[in-house]
């Protein structure tokens, strides 16, 4: 392994909650500096974004061990090099998708296969800028192109428009030739903040289906993308074009809906998941390939990101704005703050 220099049972500040509930939860301990293991590295966190995902984590949604560091996505510097990996040195500027958690902290250790470095091209990239896009973005890519397969001219609806993935999956919905995209919010407000990211319009949920049937002269919309679950879902199917594709990739309302086995079938649709973790669990080089086009375009002004910065001590309140739905772009933490 090649490190820098360590103190042996050095400690660093990290976010942690020890038992399922509310933004309260979270805390800001002192816990032990990870080592990496064979194949991992490990990082000197200067930004850490929040993600929705933890919040769902953090309810107890999905089966995660107590006591829980929550952060799927880091940038800083290469602390130290494990057994078995190559193209990184100490000192290095990288972005890491932490999809094991930990990367609200001054230290993570993370899979080398989802780290990238920011030179080159990304070399200008800035440290908050990086954070914000690395989840968002790519899973913004991810949806459109290898789960719901956008084909130039299709229609694109996206549920949850002023939200992080929402905003990045209307302007890439753009740049990979989409004739329609309509985004759905739940206010006037965020309705208002979502036609800035190139929507030909926002609409609120009542409105919809009239929406779709005028923008799509009554053969609805042939991608639609669903980070919000609850009851809403088992109508998207009466938006769909015949052939559409509903695909699913979050659950904001933390209500499940099922579908009959024959639902496809009988609708002349597809239903699609995507699940960030899951790709990077089973088609690592792919999940690599939608991370470096993501934050490439990004770098070149292509995907708009809008960032509000807060301090690693502010975590819950980035929380609270999440689960209230009354947050537009994306948190990042400062974590040197």
Known sequence: MTNTQQTPGSLMRAVRFESFGGPSVLAVADVPVPEPEPGQITVDVTHAGVNFAEVMFRRGQFPVGLPHHPGLEAVGTVRAVGDGVTGFRPGERVAALTLGGGGNAEVVAVGAEHAVRLDGPLAGLDGALAAGALCNVTTALGVLTSAGHLAEGESVVVLAAAG??????????????????????????????????GYDSVVSYDDLEREV????????ADLVLDSVGGAFRSSVTGLLAAFGRHVIFGNAAAEDVTFEGNHPWYTNSSLVGYNLGGVAGRAPRLLRAHLERALAEVAAGTVRVDVHVLPLKDVAHAHELLETRAST????????A
């Open 329 to 336: 772009g994306k948190y990042v933490l400062d974590v040197r």
């Open 213 to 220: 049937a005028e923008r799509t002269g009554g053969a609805g």
């Open 164 to 197: 992080g993935v929402g905003t990045a999956a209307a302007q890439l919905a753009r740049t990979l030739g989409a004739g329609t995209v309509i985004g759905v919010t739940s206010s006037p407000a965020k309705a208002e903040y979502a036609r800035g990211f």
